[in-house]
């Protein structure tokens, strides 16, 4: 079988999210996430990926981008569930490595395993999907403080990389 590119694997996860979540759209916007979910009166962007690894199999989950701050939700076929994982606790998850995934900082990108999630809440059904996205939105706005974090680090990164190309640029 031809593996299809990174960006198109989670395609069967997003339909079955979007037939499943009350609320939600498919996104305009690759770049903010996967899907839309209308709660509270605003557009809430999630990221969502798929995981064939069975119990016994670590599961790896790569591009993870804890600093967009958007929820994550995993499709994990073989394990008969759901992980919805908020985005307060991909940021908490990545402040524990020593390194990104190609890159230094873990925050920007970052790989992680179903093992990871595995007995920490995340689980859901397809029938509580719904119900464990709204309880993983409400629980980033709860941790506001992170999400502008992630926002002042981002604007750090872009101003140190934009700072480094003129510098390159003039030498």
Known sequence: MVRQAIRNEGNRAVERFLELVHGSRASGDQKQGDAVVHIDGQDIYVEIKECHAGYGKS???????????????????????????????????????????????PFECMNLTLAQLEGRGFESTDQDLSRSVLSAVKLNERDGSLKTLMSELFKAIRNLGDDYKHRVNTL
Request: charged residues 20%.
């Open 59 to 105: 599961g790896t989950l790569n591009q993870i981008r804890p600093i967009k701050y958007t929820p994550l939700v995993v499709q994990a076929p073989k394990r008969g569930c759901w992980y919805v994982v908020p985005a307060g606790e991909l940021v908490r998850l990545a402040s524990n490595k020593d390194r990104g995934q190609h890159t230094e900082i």
